[in-house]
C-alpha cells in the first residue's frame, strides 16, 4: 500500500533535511522525531540494524505509523570492525579530530598493517504491525595515513579514502559523496522500495 506519509527517527537536522528532499518528491511526506519531539532512543544494539531498529520500531509503534531509521559507523580491518557501532562514542568528548587521532595510534599500535576500512549503514523502515524492511549501503576504502582535511565532510570523512579515488571523503562534494557512500546506497534502495509502493 502506497505510504504518504512518513516518521524519520532522527535529530539531525543534516540527515532530516537530506531524507525529506528524497521522499516529497515521490508524494511521501516526512515528519521527524525532532518536529514531534519525541525523546531519542538509546541504541543499546551490537549491531547497525539491531540499533536502526530499535529506533524505527520504537517510534512506529508508540505514534502509530511507518517510520525510517538510520545507523552507521567506520569498521576498520586492523581493528577488528571497530569503532563500528560505537563511532559516536568512540570519539574523545565526541570531538572527531581527536577521534580520528585515537583511531590513527591504535591503528600504529596494532599488529595488522592492514588499511581497509569500510563505512556501514543500516536503513530500517518499521509498520506499526511489527513487521519491517531493512536496506544496507556499504563503501570501501581505506584509511589515509593522515587526516587529509577539505572543504566538506564531518565525522570520520579526513581520514576515509574510498576505493577508485586519491581523495578523502572530506574532499568530495556532498552530491559525489551520495553518489557512493554507505549512507547514499542505503537510502537508493529505500527509495526505490517507496516508489515500487
Ligand atoms: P549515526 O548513524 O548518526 O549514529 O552515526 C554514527 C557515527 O558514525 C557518526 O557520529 C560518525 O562519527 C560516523 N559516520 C557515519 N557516517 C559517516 C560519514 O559519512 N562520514 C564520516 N563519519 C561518519
Known amino acids: 500500500m502506497k ?5 524519520f527517527a532522527s535529530h539531525n537536522a543534516g540527515k532530516i533535511k537530506e531524507i525529506k528532499q528524497m521522499l516529497e518528491p515521490l ?5 521527524s522525531a525532532e518536529d ?3 525523546p531519542d532512543v538509546e541504541e543499546t ?4 540494524a539491531e540499533n536502526s531498529l530499535l529506533k524505527s520500531q520504537t517510534i512506529a509503534k508508540a505514534l502509530g505509523k511507518p517510520c525510517i531509521a538510520d545507523d552507521s559507523g567506520l569498521c576498520v580491518d586492523a581493528l577488528n570492525g571497530a569503532p ?7 570519539a574523545p568528548d565526541r570531538d572527531f579530530d581527536k577521534g580520528m587521532d585515537k583511531l590513527l595510534q591504535e591503528m600504529a599500535a596494532s599488529n595488522n598493517p592492514s588499511r581497509k576500512a569500510h563505512f556501514a549503514c543500516v536503513i530500517s523502515l518499521a509498520y506499526p504491525d511489527g513487521t519491517h524492511k531493512i536496506f544496507e549501503g556499504r563503501v570501501e576504502g ?3 595515513e593522515q587526516k587529509i582535511v577539505g572543504a566538506q565532510g564531518f565525522g570520520y570523512d579526513p581520514v576515509f579514502v574510498p576505493d577508485g579515488f586519491d581523495k578523502s571523503f572530506a574532499q ?3 552530491e559525489d559523496k551520495n553518489k557512493i557512500s554507505h549512507r547514499g546506497r542505503a537510502m537508493q534502495k529505500l527509495k526505490e522500495y517507496l516508489s515500487t509502493l
Open 142 to 144: 581505506h584509511i589515509a
Open 84 to 90: 563500528g557501532v560505537y563511532s559516536a562514542r568512540y
Open 3 to 7: 505510504i504518504t506519509e512518513i516518521l
Open 36 to 38: 514531534l519531539e519525541f
Open 45 to 48: 544494539g551490537t549491531t547497525f
Open 172 to 174: 568530495m562534494s556532498k
Open 27 to 31: 508524494g511521501i511526506s516526512v515528519k
